[in-house]
């Protein structure tokens, strides 16, 4: 994902759409939702306030309001007043060596451009049998692109559009970097030193969309105007995978959030959403947004310990982000390459003048880990299924993944990791390509009545008194009691230091139960009377969905950064 941000007060900046660049105001940024786009716009206009932005995927408009119309609009019960949070640059951060929480340093590899992720998704065979991708088209929701000829793209970049700001016009490029890197990992088209493919699905066709700026700020308003146009374009341009590599802490509910409601439509529209899991990991409970919604495909991180050869010494990335959701929801779901990923970068972005030691000598590539780098070989990987398979659902693609995947299991074969930490386990593409799955995933969820309002859900996770993490046995006679199996506690322990084996074939004890889901409503007391630690607390003061005038009250980031491991 990409960098720390910052929230506090409401954005009391407005737009210079002249210049793009934000002026002082005493009009703020915030996003008006009512039931139409065209009623939300009418109720801004007639209150005094500009809009700024259609937001139709989520019925809204994003606007700019002084606090009497905020006020006035917030009055009025038919509409939903949020703020506009606003997303600032990462926290810069030089390439160091890993130091783990004992203090112990863990040194660099002499040579640390060595990676083959898609060997370790087992994306070779998929290739050999002519499976690339071809006529699937990834969109990338991000910071732009640098159009490397040596990545190959050439005809299959179908579309791009810059929304930054409120514009619509094409990408130009990538100061940031950040888009880049993403992109080339997903599908970049050149040829590694060993005659492979650089990209996990070189072939796919690519959208680029870019919602945050040269520094990589951005709004949830550009980012949601970016879905909005996504969607709108979807079958122009047979998008079937969107990429989204970045997040933000909740702030409410999944389904209060405006932008995991575009990301919802997107799902609901037909594509296959994947979201980085966020890079806040090791601790319980740092699923960021959108990667909380419980529909979409939320990745989180390996790192092969630069040894892409070995796989017995491979581990989860101490960064990655671990679930359970407030709600309940067993996330991530899967869990892909993200350590010290090698992808495209122009020598004059951001990121490569930030951290100019993970530049190669020639300056094309930059080496860089995270969650973000994992949902782009996530990305790939799908547009392998759908190319293999057009028919194929966003929800039979995700049962597909899952159960083809394959945890990491210790020296006594039992899981290395709990589900909180590795979901269903490393994605294999080959697998995935060949799976019969179907009705896996998402069962008992119901995406059309979450997005009218009408029900929301809750998943089976709990916590009980000494704080342990545990799956819900949702079986009639015995609902609510934990279920007895490897892997379905967890007390947050974490030897990210070890090396496991991901195992090939091993099959969940209880099958996908846990994939399940319940009608969720809000002061709900799970099983023996117990209530979320964490989360009870935490609904207590939700800026927007309380109607708050004081703005989001956590950290917005659009990703951590973390050093290579």
């Not at 941000?5 to 940024?29: C, E, F, K, M, W």
């Not at 700019?64 to 703020?83: G, I, K, M, N, W």
């Not at 409120?166 to 993403?182: E, L, Q």
């Not at 880990?369 to 990305?379: E, F, H, I, K, L």
Request: negative net charge.
């Amino acid at each position: 994902m990409l960098g720390a941000a910052q929230a506090g007060a409401p954005n009391t900046a407005a737009v210079d759409h002249a210049h793009g660049q934000y002026v002082a105001s005493d009009r703020a940024l915030y996003i008006v939702q009512s039931t139409n786009a065209q009623d939300a716009r009418k109720q801004v206009l007639r209150s005094g306030g500009e809009v700024n932005q259609s937001l139709s995927i989520i019925n809204a408009v994003a606007a700019r309001l002084t606090p009497q119309q905020v006020a006035t609009l917030r009055s009025r019960t038919e509409l939903h007043v949020f703020d506009d949070r606003k997303l600032l640059p990462m926290a810069t951060m030089p390439s160091v060596p890993l130091v783990l929480t004992d203090g112990t340093a863990v040194a660099g590899p002499a040579n640390q451009y060595v990676t083959d992720f898609p060997l370790l998704v087992n994306a070779y065979p998929v290739w050999q049998s002519g499976i690339t991708g071809r006529g699937v088209t990834i969109a990338v929701l991000d910071t732009g692109i640098w159009n490397d000829p040596a990545q190959k793209y050439g005809s299959r970049i179908l579309a791009t559009v810059d929304v930054t700001n409120g514009g619509s016009g094409p990408v130009t490029g990538d100061a940031y970097g950040h888009g880049t890197h993403i992109t080339s990992i997903a599908a970049g088209g050149a040829n590694t030193l060993l005659g492979t493919h650089f990209g996990v699905a070189p072939g796919a066709n690519l959208v680029i969309v870019r919602a945050f700026d040269g520094e990589g700020q951005g709004r949830y308003a550009d980012v949601i105007s970016g879905l909005n146009w996504i969607v709108a374009n979807q079958k122009r341009y047979n998008i079937r995978v969107l990429n989204l590599s970045f997040g933000a802490p909740p702030e409410s509910y999944y389904w209060n959030d405006p932008l995991n409601q575009a990301v919802m439509a997107a799902w609901h529209a037909g594509i296959v959403v994947v979201v980085a899991a966020g890079n806040r990991g090791p601790v319980a409970m740092t699923i960021g947004v959108p990667g909380n919604v419980p529909y979409v495909i939320t990745t989180g991180a390996l790192t092969d310990n630069y040894t892409p050869y070995l796989p017995t010494d491979d581990r989860l990335a101490s960064f990655s982000s671990t679930g359970p959701t407030y709600e309940g929801f067993i996330k991530p779901d899967v869990v892909a390459p993200g350590g010290h990923m090698v992808g495209s970068m122009w020598y004059g972005s951001y990121l490569a003048n930030i951290d100019p030691g993970s530049m190669t000598p020639q300056e094309t590539l930059f080496t860089m880990s995270g969650t973000s780098q994992a949902a782009a070989v996530t990305s790939g990987v799908v547009a392998l299924m759908l190319q293999a398979n057009p028919t194929l659902s966003p929800d039979t693609v995700k049962c597909r993944l899952l159960a083809s995947a394959a945890p990491a299991l210790n020296s006594s074969g039992t899981l290395a990791y709990s589900i909180f930490q590795q979901g269903a386990g490393l994605i294999n593409a080959s697998n995935a390509v060949h799976s019969t799955a179907s009705g896996c995933a998402n069962r008992g969820l119901n995406i059309v009545a979450d997005l009218a309002g009408t029900q929301h859900f809750g998943g089976p996770a709990n916590e009980d008194a000494s704080g342990n993490y545990y799956v819900m046995n949702m079986a009639a006679n015995t609902w609510g009691t934990p279920i007895t199996g490897d892997g379905y506690t967890w007390s947050q322990s974490y030897a990210y230091n070890e090396g496991y084996t991901w195992s090939q074939g091993y099959t969940w004890t209880n099958g996908y139960t846990w994939t399940e889901a319940y009608t969720w409503t809000t002061g709900y007391t799970w099983t023996a009377g117990y209530t979320w630690s964490q989360g009870y607390t935490w609904t207590t003061s939700l800026p927007w969905s309380a109607g708050s005038q004081n703005g989001p009250t956590a950290p917005a980031s659009i990703e951590d950064w973390v050093p290579n491991e």
